[in-house]
């Protein structure tokens, strides 16, 4: 058994024209990515916001750096859990499904998912601090010397949107315009603590969508939403998805 599956959310998903799927580490959780705000979000007894900062970089990279490889190594072991492949079959199953991450592990993309906004970019992807572009790089660990380098000989830094830094515009006003377009928005393991991430289930709700949340233990935007599964997202998203194709 798990959390109840709210008749009103399943067809509210199965009639809806456009549904957007917000999503943050909980829903990677499962694959064993470690969240940031649960148990163990720390790293070398260090709040991960002290450092993935531009501050954090600039005073030391190394120290930087040190972070990414761990965590690239780690997540480099990671595979897609039944959540993300669930939210890849309802995207083959619905008109148009939208998925707006937090995350920057590319799980969602790993599943199969197709139209997924990285909203915080990708931990894959390398980017030159002297302004040459950004680059796909899987190696983990990363070799000697951190930080990496260009070919121009600036150092290379994760392509992910650190904590103070602002989302590339183009990307968000994409998920911005999703958001506000959406029938239903379905937000799944976040905390809704970062912003402007949380500020897109905000959007969809003042435009009438149905603002649903699946989290096992609730979060700042459980009181707004119409239905909450108080549930871990790889056992109720399968269920949820089960539902819609029964009802279909
Ligand atoms: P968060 O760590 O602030 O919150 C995680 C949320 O997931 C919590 O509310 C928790 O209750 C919930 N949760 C835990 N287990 C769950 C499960 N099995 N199913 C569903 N929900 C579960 O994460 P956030 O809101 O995404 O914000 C943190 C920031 O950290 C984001 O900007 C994100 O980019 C980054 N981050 C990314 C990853 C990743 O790429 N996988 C991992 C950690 C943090």
Redesign the pocket.
């Given at each position: 058994m798990g959390a109840e599956i709210p008749a009103g959310l399943v067809e509210a998903m199965r009639s809806a024209d456009a549904v957007v799927v917000l999503t943050?580490?909980?829903?990677?959780?499962?694959s064993g990515?470690?969240?940031?705000?649960?148990a163990g979000?720390l790293w070398a007894g260090r709040r991960v916001e002290e450092v993935a900062s531009p501050l954090a970089f600039r005073n030391d990279p190394a120290l930087v750096w040190s972070f990414y490889d761990w965590r690239r190594t780690e997540l480099a072991k990671c595979t897609p859990n039944p959540a993300h492949h669930a939210l890849a079959r309802l995207e083959a199953i619905l008109s148009e499904v939208t998925i707006i991450t937090?995350?920057?592990?590319e799980l969602h993309r790993a599943a199969g998912s197709r139209r997924v906004l990285e909203i915080?970019g990708s931990i894959w992807r390398l980017r030159c601090t002297g302004g040459c572009g950004e680059a796909e790089d899987r190696r983990a660990p990363l070799p000697p010397p951190l930080p990496p380098l260009c070919t121009c000989k600036s150092p290379l830094r994760p392509a992910v949107v650190w904590f103070g830094e602002a989302l590339p515009r183009a990307l968000f006003e994409e998920a911005q315009h999703a958001a506000g377009l959406a029938d239903v928005c379905l937000v799944?393991?976040?905390?809704?603590?970062?912003e402007p991430?949380a500020s897109l289930a905000r959007i969809a709700r003042a435009n009438g969508a149905v603002l649903a949340e699946?989290?096992?233990?609730g979060?700042l935007l459980s009181a707004m939403s119409r239905y909450v599964i108080t549930d871990?997202?790889?056992r109720a998203l399968p269920r949820l998805v089960e539902a819609i194709e029964a009802a279909r």
């Open positions: 943050g580490a909980g829903v990677s959780a499962a990515v470690p969240t940031f705000r649960g979000g937090q995350n920057v592990d915080h799944v393991g976040t905390s809704g603590a970062v991430a699946i989290n096992p233990d979060s871990g997202a790889e």
